[in-house]
């Protein structure tokens, strides 16, 4: 394994570091303001650094080239250290168009979708002009396991009329989201639980679909992206809007998770790493019982402790990514989970030792480490929690072992 950045890889890092330093870490607070003025639309400021970013060519970056005249040509390998660069602010991503829900829902839109559907909704959010959700976690069952789903999605004539429940569906508050993803059970009574799924696009305007409150996270409600509860009441679509067939759903969510978990663990360890410089300078600058924190041999162990956790890490991350690269996500599926395991972990360890470097300060709302610490702790269990990652992986570990 040689994880050595191409020279086509440095040039464009050192152009986001070059972004991120010039218009977007000056800019957090200023983000925080406009956020605060109109709570679920898209800040001024996001429309103009996306632009500025666009025109750079630091645009859609995480679309694998294997998606062709979509992509920028970019492996997940030489992506990795791009989206680690973006993780170490919460917002960054979408000025890049590389946030999350749209990344899995543009992936599903290019490897899946017929042509209708790429040049009506993959083309706007390739573009970043509209946002989308991926409606799938319900209230009612435990999602973790998808096949428990059911919301209902039944033809009528050449219609689709979908009732359900969804909830913590990420991005469906804001504005200008106004395209979802809906699984739910298109055959629910069919022997194969995983034939029973199917996917459908449904825009967001359509009658009879309510967004009933945006859902906290550790009492963030995430604005202006949010993470809505929504009620799909005798919602009709067209039969044009299913995605690859009836009974695919469960197969397309399999494909759209794979590179989301790992795009997830990249941006976690930017995340970490940006936390572990806090830590390192508060422990500088901070003196207590007469001498700065860093004399102590406690802070000393923290910072080492962190900083071998995060190449651990980075390093599981390329080592999956270049599996993704070679083999998909199907045959890279035990090192995504391990990474999914140990990403948000590793991050949480970390953040928690800056938390408590800083004192008061660190769950405050002067630096980022509460808020991302929220963040790190929901990915234990977005795309699939630590248990069903796990349980998967000791299976199919086992599994082989007895085939051997």
């Known amino acids: 394994m040689d994880f050595t950045y191409s020279p086509k890889v440095i040039g464009l890092l050192e152009q986001l570091r070059a972004f991120m330093n010039e218009h977007v870490y000056p800019n957090e607070a200023l983000m925080h303001e406009q956020v605060e003025l109109e709570r679920w639309s898209t800040p001024p400021l996001m429309e103009e650094l996306k632009a500025l970013a666009r025109e750079q060519g ?41 946030a999350a829900p749209d990344t899995g829902n543009m992936e599903v839109l290019a490897k899946y979708g017929n042509a209708a559907q790429k040049k009506e909704w993959l083309e706007p959010l390739l573009a970043g002009e509209v946002r989308s959700a991926f409606a799938m976690t319900e ?59 199917s996917q459908v696009l449904v825009p967001k305007s359509t009658p009879g679909v309510t967004v009933e409150r945006p859902m906290k996270v550790f009492g963030y409600d995430d604005a202006p992206e949010g993470h809505a509860e929504i009620v799909f009441d005798n919602v009709r679509v067209p039969i044009s809007n299913i995605v690859l067939g009836e009974g695919r759903g469960f197969e397309i969510a399999q494909g759209r998770l794979g590179p989301g978990r790992i795009h997830h663990c990249m941006r976690s360890i930017g995340a970490a790493e940006r936390a572990l410089e806090l830590m390192i300078d508060r422990a500088n600058q901070r003196v207590a019982f007469g001498e700065p924190l860093i004399k102590k041999q406690s802070v000393r162990e923290d910072i080492a402790k962190s900083a071998c956790q995060i190449e651990q890490a980075r390093l599981m991350t390329l080592k999956a990514a270049q599996k993704i690269d070679e083999e998909g996500a199907k045959g890279a599926k035990d090192i995504i989970a391990m990474i999914k395991i140990v990403a948000p972990n590793m991050a949480l360890d970390v953040i928690d ?37 796990m349980m998967q992986l000791g299976r199919d570990m086992a599994r082989r072992r007895l085939d051997s």
């Open 58 to 98: 630091l645009w859609n970056l995480f679309l694998p080239k294997a998606y062709g005249e979509y992509s920028p040509g970019l492996t997940n390998l030489e992506y990795a250290p791009l989206a680690e660069e973006m993780g170490r602010v919460l917002w960054a991503p979408e000025v890049f168009n590389c």
């Open 353 to 389: 030792r800056a938390i408590q470097i800083h004192g008061a300060a660190g769950v405050s709302q002067d630096t980022f480490l509460a808020n991302m610490y929220a963040m790190m702790r929901t990915l234990r269990l977005a795309d699939g929690p630590d248990q069903v990652h």
């Open 139 to 197: 209230p009612a069952v435990a999602s973790s396991d998808a096949t428990n789903i059911e919301t209902r999605i039944e033809r009528d004539g050449d219609e689709y009329v979908i009732n359900g429940r969804k909830f913590y569906i990420s991005g469906a508050c804001r504005k200008q989201c106004e395209i979802l993803i809906v699984m739910g059970k298109t055959d629910p009574t069919n022997s194969n639980r995983h034939l029973q799924q």
